[in-house]
């Protein structure tokens, strides 16, 4: 399977603990997009990536989160000193850059929950 | 990104064609309509996209309205696997930004 992979795909933690999650974008997608998503919503967004570059974050994105593509390839999403509000699923997506269509392939996820 | 509106939950029975509708009264002529939907616990999958023209694939079919301020996702025979969150998207053409999810419609598929 050549989708976009995260993980773990469940994480459980204790409030104030740090986590980092990993994506595995689909290879040759230079496009990588997180998004997170609580009960009962949509996802929304939280950053993305052209290759290595960062280049735009959402208010959502507290100084808390930092996410990471170092060599444009596989990314990292780190939480320091979780609370009990950053319980969610964290979605990971892909999509070619330059694509004349808006398709992006999400992972399925990794589901945190901060106890 | 134009807004869209969608019905709160659907239910459809197996075999029926399940026919989503979605609202966008402020689209733009460059943007398009995307489907995606997320079964229980698994991320988003797209499904199909249009502009002007209806549009079919392997999945489903997509009928937008000449005006193109409402379109309509249609799953011709729905089965139980087809139980899931459906979003309606617009957004611009070839925009490189993420995508806005609004809160979806819940297809409920029963035997």
């Known amino acids: 399977d050549t989708g976009v992979s995260q993980d773990p795909r469940h994480k459980i933690t204790k409030r104030g603990q740090n986590v980092t999650f990993r994506c595995d974008p689909i290879?040759?997608?230079?496009?990588l997009y997180w998004y997170r998503q609580t009960l009962g919503q949509g996802p929304e967004f939280l950053t993305y990536?052209?290759?290595?570059?960062?280049?735009?974050k959402s208010r959502l994105l507290s100084d808390r989160f930092s996410a990471e593509r170092p060599k444009g390839s596989f990314s990292t999403l780190e939480i320091q000193r979780t609370e009990q509000g950053d319980s969610a699923m964290y979605l990971c997506a892909s999509r070619e850059s330059g694509s004349s269509t808006d398709t992006q392939y999400f992972g399925p996820g990794t589901r945190l929950t901060v106890l | 990104d134009a807004k869209t509106t969608q019905p709160t939950s659907m239910d459809c029975a197996e075999g029926r064609a399940a026919n989503l509708p979605c609202n966008h009264s402020?689209?733009?002529?460059?943007?398009?309509v995307y489907w995606y939907r997320q079964i229980h616990s698994q991320g988003p999958q797209y499904i199909i996209h249009?502009?002007?023209n209806n549009e079919t694939n392997e999945m489903a079919s997509l009928i937008i309205t000449e005006d193109r301020k409402s379109s309509t996702l249609i799953l011709p025979h729905a089965t139980l696997r087809d139980t899931a969150v459906y979003y309606c998207?617009?957004?611009?053409?070839?925009?490189?930004?993420?995508?806005?999810f609004g809160k979806g419609t819940k297809l409920s598929v029963k035997p």
């Open positions: 998207i617009v957004r611009v053409g070839g925009s490189q930004g993420n995508l806005i």
């Open positions: 249009g502009l002007k």
């Open positions: 290879s040759e997608h230079n496009r």
């Open positions: 990536f052209q290759n290595e570059a960062q280049l735009e």
């Open positions: 402020t689209i733009s002529g460059n943007e398009y």
